[in-house]
């Protein structure tokens, strides 16, 4: 197949390139890089059936000849990024998945939507099943990202029921391995480099919320998976192994043998209490569960930031 990827210089954009191209198919990756890394791409600047384009999917996406499939990851996804850019999460998460849904019509290709476990806001339901519609604040400082993911899983079904576009939509709940942002503001990353340069792990609020941590190797199978298999319903794709951010604190601790303390700071505004996915559709649909312990992820993503640090 033939397959282009918006945001293929992100993390997961960049892993979701690699699993394409060994599973045999073509791949042309689009990215602007706001927040993606041509790091992420250099491995694959010779490879025969990667191509890139630097392009902002806000504006209209021309490529030449025939396509199979659109897979629409283009966002900054990190409470760092969307708050600093808030105009360009909004504008890629509405104009952006318009474009590239016009793009997968015009060439009659599968469309897959790279969405989010934060269409559930801070949830009133645990843990999260597809059919919750979710507790989001849409004028709060997280509402950009929110609803730009929850107004392009809406597009995308509005061009399934009305185009008869053959689509998947992915809601992606944490994930972390190599290639994420040092200081992306994600938790998992946030630890390991506090542990490493023996800093203070730094927790929000008293540190009782919930996570659960998807090794990236782990969720790309499941999105592979959703994209040959699944149906348009959205399907969550997560571990739904649940660990409060203290415990993934003190398993950073443990794993990189740091003797760092741990401060509390003030909770940020809507930050979720619980986030745990519901995957029944998934082991039922897709045969798919994850299969990478949450130490095992973290001890390759601490070797990964350490390498980081010393390159």
Not at 97 to 104: D, E, F, N, Q
Not at 259 to 268: F, K, T
Not at 276 to 296: C, H, K, M, N, Y
Request: contains cysteine; neutral net charge; glycine residues 8%.
């Amino acid at each position: 197949m033939r397959i282009l990827v918006t945001g293929a210089a992100g993390f997961l954009g960049s892993h979701l390139c690699d699993r394409l191209l060994a599973d045999g198919h073509r791949v042309i990756g689009v990215d602007n890089f706001i927040t993606g890394s041509p790091a992420n791409l250099a491995h694959l600047e010779h490879h025969p059936a990667f191509q890139f384009s630097r392009h902002d999917v806000t504006t209209f996406i021309e490529v030449e000849g025939p396509l199979d499939a659109v897979m629409h990851f283009a966002s900054p996804a990190s409470p760092v990024d969307y708050l600093e850019l808030p105009i360009q999460t909004l504008k890629v998460g509405s104009l952006g998945t318009h474009k590239a849904l016009g793009l997968a019509r015009a060439k009659r290709a599968k469309f897959l939507l790279a969405s989010t476990s934060e269409v559930y806001g801070d949830p009133l339901v645990h843990p999260q099943p597809e059919s919750y519609w979710g507790n989001v604040n849409p004028v709060g400082p997280r509402g950009v990202y929110d609803e730009a993911k929850r107004f392009a899983e809406a597009m995308t079904m509005a061009y399934h029921r009305f185009h008869g576009l053959d689509t998947r939509v992915v809601r992606i709940f944490n994930t972390f391995g190599p290639r994420m942002r040092p200081h992306d503001g994600r938790v998992v990353s946030n630890f390991i480099m506090q542990a490493l340069r023996g800093e203070p792990l730094t927790i929000y609020g008293d540190g009782a919320q919930t996570r659960s941590f998807c090794y990236v190797d782990d969720l790309i199978e499941g999105i592979v998976r959703l994209f040959e298999r699944g149906t348009p319903d959205p399907t969550n794709i997560g571990n739904p192994v649940e660990f409060t951010v203290r415990q993934l604190a003190d398993r950073v601790l443990a794993l990189t043998g740091s003797v760092s303390e741990i401060v509390q700071r003030p909770l940020p505004v809507d930050d979720p209490r619980v986030r745990q996915p519901d995957i029944t559709r998934a082991r039922a649909l897709l045969g798919w569960e994850p299969v990478v312990p949450l130490d095992d992820g973290l001890t390759r993503t601490i070797a990964y930031f350490r390498g980081v640090l010393t390159a």
